[in-house]
């Protein structure tokens, strides 16, 4: 969709922006006041949307770059995909795919700010999150690659004026080109409703387990130990969730629970254990039943079904943490050659 207009009205947000490091270990947040505001104009291709909206601490984690509505319900958000991201490496000559699952949460959190009045001070809750890509379209090129999210927003539910659930679908472009998919749906939590939720978990905060090891990275699909979440058990069809709150990217922040994140790449790992290193995520549609937390052990199992007539192979990945299904994924692969 072509933008037809410029965003340049100003938004109040009741916080102080300041630098954030993008040191390997960098946790620090920035200040917040109740009294100062920050005035957010369309980023350009050398600058991002402030990192308090969109729940990032270090600003070389933030993918979106601006933001337009084009109607009541739809709207343009801009981003990049980066070349020497830490976490999210080419892989066969190709981006990512699951930077287009991180570029859309990070849309959905934003447009939620920015546009259905949600506070910063709100959680967010994703319940589910579906990713299609096209390999073809994900060929990395020699610089950073500016991509166009067209955004929709449906069954919009708002309590006091602010949105307190939105289900949202998406449609990538670069160059015009579709090349990803997504959809998922939010609830946003005000402070005293995620209290109500997680109860003793704010009020004493969990110790994650001690760290198991990782599984070889390249079995997974990972070239550094410290990007791999899966540790193996004695039975090849169950992995033990490997959770490193340390992690510069995929625990950008403080958080009382297992990220979604964390889920969605321990699903397509999970899925290059059980097809093999030259296996490319085609698509991947995920359900977040419950929290995960910190301080038990997640269980993942994963079973392998039929290849297609197609070459597409699928894989179901399910999450356990004791009698509880916690999490779901359903994984399609497609080999395709290096480039």
Request: proline share 6%.
């Amino acid at each position: 969709m072509t933008v037809t207009t410029l965003r340049t009205e100003e938004i109040a947000l009741r916080t102080t922006i300041a630098p954030a490091r993008c040191a390997e270990t960098g946790r620090d947040a920035a200040p917040r006041s109740a009294t100062s505001t920050l005035s957010v104009t369309p980023a350009t291709a050398s600058n991002t949307v402030p990192r308090e909206l969109v729940h990032r601490t270090q600003v070389c984690e933030v993918l979106l770059t601006a933001w337009n509505r084009t109607d009541e319900s739809r709207f343009t958000v801009t981003g990049r995909w980066m070349l020497d991201h830490r976490m999210f490496t080419s892989i066969q000559g190709r981006h990512d795919p699951l930077i287009a699952a991180e570029t859309f949460r990070q849309a959905a959190i934003l447009l939620a700010h920015a546009e259905f009045g949600v506070p910063l001070d709100h959680a967010f809750l994703m319940w589910d999150l579906a990713v299609e890509v096209s390999p073809e379209g994900l060929r990395v090129g020699e610089d950073t690659a500016a991509v166009e999210i067209e955004m929709s927003c449906h069954d919009v539910v708002r309590r006091r004026g602010v949105a307190s659930s939105i289900r949202y679908t998406a449609v990538f472009r670069r160059d015009g080109r579709i090349v990803a998919t997504a959809s998922g749906t939010c609830t946003c939590a005000s402070p005293a409703v995620y209290r109500r939720l997680r109860g003793e978990r704010l009020e004493a905060p969990a110790r994650p387990l001690p760290l198991v090891a990782p599984t070889a990275p390249q079995n997974v699909g990972r070239t550094s130990p410290r990007d791999v979440v899966l540790s193996p058990t004695d039975d090849p069809h169950h992995w033990l969730l490997r959770v490193d709150t340390r992690h510069p990217v995929l625990f950008d922040h403080e958080v009382d629970h297992v990220p979604g994140m964390v889920l969605l790449e321990a699903a397509r790992q999970a899925m290059v254990a059980a097809l093999g290193p030259d296996a490319f995520l085609r698509s991947m549609n995920s359900e977040f039943k419950r929290y995960v937390e910190l301080d038990a052990p997640c269980v993942l199992e994963v079973r392998s079904g039929d290849a297609a007539a197609d070459g597409r192979q699928a894989v179901r990945v399910t999450g356990r943490q004791g009698e509880d299904v916690v999490f779901t994924a359903d994984v399609t692969a497609v080999r395709v050659p290096s480039v």
